[in-house]
């Protein structure tokens, strides 16, 4: 070698993961399933294929915005690579320019409607980090800012890591197991193809398939082409023993890995998409779904409980309960304070319940409701009660109600919820579906991830025990946990009855 003369940098992609990630022609690769596969460095390596096509951009998006420039986080391991190809970095607009013009972005979908922030955008390449982490709607709005003018056909490049009850596990389903949980190795990054029509993914192993086999769409569409209208997708799971440098640079990471609990290591070492690990949910999620079914002693006790839908913007819940089996179900998706008493008076009489027995969110337009049909108010940001026997130090009700219905009712299997077509009226109609958005939802399934979406939360700085707070919540969901807040609402009456120093 010439004396003086440095030997370029070679950056390639490793073997396995890396290379059919890298390599995969479908419009939409989801790829990893597992911790230390080398997902960012392939998604950094993607976004810089086109970096000599000067009309050419890509967009990360990361939920939250400190998820981009938390140390070790997508921004610095950019600025550990891009500049080896030319990037040129923008700290404040957190934006890299390559030599030809092309530009990588790194941007936040914090809140479910920040997506109308792109509203007009043509984005080549979109590339979701952790892609679990932000809703289904986020997901699909997103994909209609996925267009190109640059010559490039506009692809998405998606990581993530196992979540069972995420829509992502629904959506790679055809690639996993269910009844192990472990990736099917003969199906990983095979392409498949779909078109998403009235809400629904229709799946086949080739366009063909599905155009000669839902006709009746394309005939809809007279001007589109049917292959035009169709995308290919594939799942690629990878496995840290594929990543070779991290294994050469950071031998203990696999070490602690190794170090977790069983369950852990099954979702992040072994990608398994059947086991759950959530260690701050307040709601054991077994039994969540035990509720359906529990059989809980009768009690003539009969109460209401209502999440009025503030300013009209949210779902207004009302349960009738008969001791802590949930009797009656009613979802008016549109509201105002005469809305809610009328519901509330006709449920009163059907089940004679007290006025006294009404506990009603008194925020927003709950507060006109408590005054006007004069029933019991909730305000979640109250005090916690002082009870006999229950040191815990709770933030505020709110908190202390939660943890009482984990604690003592959810988690001991002491509550039913009745969820059938005789049980439930959404907007005076008997439905266990609600139409959200242009998603039909069942209130079953909304239920349990209301309660999936409490998690526990640090202590603050006083000792007080804390829940993750509604902005939390609502970035979980995509929406407010009105079914879980409607729930809630019937604790305080269990204080009644006992030792209470207000």
């Avoid at 140390?71 to 391991?77: A, I, Q």
């Avoid at 099954?266 to 709601?283: A, C, I, M, Y």
């Avoid at 969540?288 to 079914?293: H, L, V």
């Amino acid at each position: 070698m010439t004396a003086g003369i440095k030997t370029p940098e070679v950056i390639k992609p490793q073997p396995g993961f890396q290379e059919k990630f890298l390599s995969s022609p479908a419009d939409i690769v989801i790829g990893g399933s597992g911790a230390g596969v080398g997902k960012t460095f392939a998604e950094l390596m993607e976004s810089i294929r086109h970096k000599n096509n000067k009309d050419f951009g890509a967009v990360f998006f990361r939920r939250t915005y400190p998820q981009i420039t938390i140390e070790g986080g997508l921004w610095d391991e950019s600025m550990k690579f891009y500049p080896k190809v030319g990037g040129r970095p923008n700290e404040t607009k957190r934006t890299w320019t390559f030599p030809k013009g092309s530009t990588v972005s790194f941007a936040h979908l914090q809140h479910e409607k920040d997506v109308i922030t792109y509203q007009g955008a043509q984005i080549p390449l979109i590339i979701f980090d952790e892609l679990t982490h932000f809703t289904e709607k986020q997901f699909w709005y997103m994909l209609s800012r996925n267009r190109s003018t640059c010559g490039v056909k506009p692809y998405v490049r998606a990581s993530c890591n196992p979540d069972p009850d995420s829509w992502v596990a629904r959506l790679i389903e055809w690639y996993i197991d269910q009844e192990t949980g472990f990736p099917i190795p003969e199906r990983c990054g095979v392409v498949r193809y779909f078109i998403r029509h009235s809400d629904i993914v229709i799946w086949g192993d080739s366009k063909q398939e599905i155009i000669k086999a839902h006709t009746h769409i394309f005939e809809t569409l007279p001007e589109s082409k049917p292959d035009d209208l169709i995308k290919s997708f594939t799942f690629i799971p990878g496995s840290i023993y594929e990543n070779k440098e991290l294994m050469k640079k950071d031998p203990q990471y696999l070490a602690n890995l190794m170090a977790q609990d069983e369950d852990t290591k099954l979702r992040l070492l072994h990608s398994n998409w059947k086991v759950r690990t959530d260690n701050t949910s307040l709601f054991n999620f077994d039994k969540i779904k035990d509720i359906f079914s529990n059989h809980v002693s009768d009690n003539r006790d009969r109460y209401i409980t209502c999440d009025a839908a503030r300013f009209g913007r949210d779902l207004c819940v009302i349960m009738v309960w008969r001791g802590w089996e949930v009797v009656q179900i009613e979802v008016i998706k549109k509201s105002d304070v005469h809305d809610i008493i009328k519901a509330i008076e006709a449920a009163r009489l059907k089940f004679q319940v007290a006025k006294s027995n009404v506990m009603i969110d008194k925020d927003g337009v709950g507060a006109g409701t408590v005054q006007m049909g004069e029933y019991k108010g909730f305000s979640g940001g109250d005090s916690p009660k002082k009870i006999k026997g229950m040191k815990e130090n709770y933030k505020n009700l709110k908190t202390q109600c939660y943890y009482y219905l984990a604690d003592q009712k959810v988690n001991m299997g002491d509550i039913r919820i009745n969820v059938n077509n005789e049980t439930c009226i959404v907007d005076g109609v008997r439905s266990t579906k609600i139409k959200m958005g242009t998603k039909v939802e069942d209130i079953q399934d909304l239920i349990r991830d209301d309660l999936r979406a409490i998690k526990r939360a640090n202590v603050d700085m006083e000792g007080k025990i804390q829940i993750n707070n509604k902005e939390d919540q609502k970035i979980i969901l995509g929406r407010s946990p009105d079914f879980g807040d409607t729930l809630m609402m019937r604790v305080p009456f269990e204080f009644v009855n006992k030792d209470v120093y207000l």
